[in-house]
């Protein structure tokens, strides 16, 4: 128990250590949340777009868009991507978390524009009708109709998809982010000891991904009731 004491000790207290953890859990959250924004924005216009098309005919030209945008970031890395997009694209920006938020974001609508479209898709036609049936136009019926029924169908996808883009954001510190995983690197480099900076960044990560599996299942218990 003492050495265990004193390894916690020289890991996280001795020099403040456990401040790479914070300045990185920091980073983790800054990327994560304004990366799921831009995520859900391009997410729901891409598959509004495709569904659209699906259903009615015409977008021809945008849906061919989306399709292409949906083939280059579905198949491949994510890795790539955040590199292509920090040593290539975006090589004259300098600030590097933005770069994160960019290509995380991107790389996150190609499969939330996905999963919004096979909700939309699972809508019954039967819905459309009965906005029509009201003197609801096209896009009205959509916005009032379809969309909150095919949000409720889509929530537990979008969940796993945030925290699946939480835990990907562990890739950053390949373009020099001090994310999260990265701030328990330091450590282990600093102590040449892996088991505890290890051991803590992933049970950093465990209890976020429980808190927002928490607010999930709530807000999936609230969105039931109001079936009632």
Known sequence: MGDFAAKFYQNFIQDNRYM??????????IITVFAVALGLVLG????????THDKRGGWTVA?????????????TPTLIQLMISYYVI???????????????????GA???????????SIDEGQYEAGRSLGLDYWTTMRKIIMPQAFKNVLPAL??????LLKETSIS??????ELTRGGDIIRSKTYTAFLPLIGVALIYLVIVL???FLLGRMERRLRQSDR
Do not use: D, H, P
């Open 63 to 75: 849906n061919a868009i989306c399709k292409v945008y949906l083939t280059v970031i579905r198949g």
């Open 211 to 213: 808190f927002l599996e």
């Open 111 to 121: 499969y939330i524009a996905e999963i919004v479209r096979s909700g939309i898709m």
């Open 20 to 29: 790479f953890l914070v300045n990185g859990l920091k980073n983790t959250l």
């Open 159 to 164: 969940g796993n998809e945030f925290i699946t």
């Open 173 to 178: 510190g390949y373009i020099g982010i001090q």
């Open 44 to 51: 729901f216009l891409v598959g509004t777009i495709r569904s």
């Open 90 to 108: 975006l090589v004259s920006v300098n600030n590097k978390i933005l770069v994160a938020i960019l290509a995380f974001g991107i790389n996150s």
